[in-house]
């Protein structure tokens, strides 16, 4: 049996473990960045059934994050959540980039990966959708 002494060490310690345990699981992130400019791109892909297709375009997204005023990227698919009416799940791939301004955004589609990407990926997709927003 413990005696109260090590039991207070041992549910410190099971305490300290659990927050360290829980604190190495959440992503790091700097909270402190903000970055006033989303750019958010939805892509509809030729042939939707196709994970090569689609794996071709999100590695061509991914690498759009080398130009310079690109500060952060998100490249994703489609998640398998919950259907609901306000859910669109219809597109394939998505990119959600920040900048620190409108001139940034703007530098980002004329730069030569840009063209470069939209050249040698275009043939993927059957549609695209852009949301470009700045912070309220």
Do not use: C
């Given at each position: 049996?413990?005696?109260?002494?090590?039991?207070?060490?041992?549910?410190?310690?099971?305490?300290?473990?659990?927050?360290?345990?829980?604190?190495?699981?959440?992503?790091?992130?700097?909270?402190?960045?903000?970055?006033?400019?989303?750019?958010?791109v939805f892509f509809?892909?030729?042939?939707?059934?196709?994970?090569?297709?689609?794996?071709?375009?999100?590695?061509?997204?991914?690498?759009?994050?080398?130009?310079?005023?690109?500060?952060?990227?998100?490249?994703?698919?489609?998640?398998?959540?919950?259907?609901?009416?306000?859910?669109?799940?219809?597109?394939?791939?998505?990119?959600?980039?920040?900048?620190?301004?409108?001139?940034?955004?703007?530098?980002?589609?004329?730069?030569?990966?840009?063209?470069?990407?939209?050249?040698?990926?275009?043939?993927?997709?059957?549609?695209v959708i852009v949301?470009?927003?700045?912070?309220?």
């Open positions: 049996m413990m005696n109260k002494s090590n039991r207070r060490k041992f549910i410190g310690t099971a305490a300290a473990l659990s927050v360290a345990t829980m604190a190495s699981a959440m992503p790091l992130t700097n909270m402190t960045k903000k970055y006033p400019v989303a750019h958010h509809w892909l030729k042939n939707p059934g196709s994970k090569e297709d689609r794996d071709q375009l999100v590695a061509g997204v991914k690498a759009l994050s080398k130009i310079p005023t690109v500060k952060e990227i998100h490249v994703g698919i489609v998640a398998s959540t919950e259907k609901r009416d306000v859910v669109d799940n219809s597109w394939g791939v998505s990119e959600l980039m920040f900048f620190d301004d409108l001139e940034g955004q703007a530098a980002y589609q004329t730069h030569p990966i840009h063209l470069e990407f939209i050249k040698k990926y275009s043939h993927l997709w059957a549609k949301y470009d927003a700045v912070e309220a």
